[in-house]
């Protein structure tokens, strides 16, 4: 069955530091999520992208990140300069069309310290 | 403007028993339900949805809810709980988008799912 993959599982980085979570959605997939969960609360929407452009954002989602479909099979989500607050598990999610429901990877572990 | 309440944080049944899960939502238009799993380590897993067909919707692992627009809910139930239901579940709600877009979904804050022998 396919899946979606995120590699690392674990990130541990430093205040300041840029940092790229790495995700391979599903190969026929068209629509790609970011989403973060931090410790204790609730699972938060980052961004949306589609047709090589970002089709939706959050309030969260502000100039320290980005986005980006680098080949075929990617999707990467950068952080330029690492917060505190930045630690958090986040979850990359595909779906084949933008109604029908999204496929989640398993998530990497930031840790900013 | 949509979002969801889990009205549980933690819910601790015996294998066996009877679960619920309970969701109430908020959508301005007509929303699209899902209940995701998450266990330990491991990514959100769709258990089931509702997108207005039929109101009882029945999913993986013997899990159902149904959707009660006048009550605004959208519980998960199952039967009988077993030992490796245990894990976290996430309601979510999503509005069907204005122009284009994707569904952007709403998660719930979750529940933790207790199953003890």
């Known amino acids: 069955e396919p899946e979606v993959t995120q590699t690392p599982s674990h990130q541990v980085t430093q205040m300041g530091q840029e940092v790229i979570l790495r995700c391979v959605p599903i190969s026929n997939h068209l629509y790609f999520y970011w989403y973060r969960q931090i410790l204790g609360q609730k699972v938060e929407f980052l961004v949306s992208f589609y047709n090589n452009e970002i089709s939706e954002k959050s309030e969260i989602f502000d100039d320290q990140f980005s986005v980006e479909r680098p080949d075929g099979s990617n999707f990467t989500l950068k952080i330029r300069s690492t917060k505190l607050e930045d630690s958090a598990m986040y979850f990359c999610a595909s779906s084949d069309m933008g109604y029908n429901e999204q496929f989640f990877g398993p998530g990497t572990r930031l840790t900013v310290l | 403007a949509q979002s969801v309440t889990q009205l549980d944080s933690h819910v601790s049944v015996s294998e066996g028993t009877p679960v619920l899960l309970r969701c109430n939502y908020s959508s301005s238009y007509s929303p699209s339900l899902f209940w995701y799993v998450q266990h330990p380590n491991k990514g959100l897993q769709l258990l089931l949805k509702?997108?207005?067909?039929?109101?009882l919707v029945k999913g993986i692992n013997g899990f159902e809810a149904e959707f009660k627009k006048s009550e605004t809910s959208f519980h998960l139930t199952k039967p009988s709980a077993h030992m490796s239901d245990a894990a976290e579940y996430f309601c979510v709600v999503s509005d069907y988008p204005l122009v284009g877009g994707s569904y952007i979904p709403t998660f719930g804050r979750g529940t933790s799912l207790i199953v003890h022998p």
């Open positions: 509702y997108t207005s067909a039929a109101t």
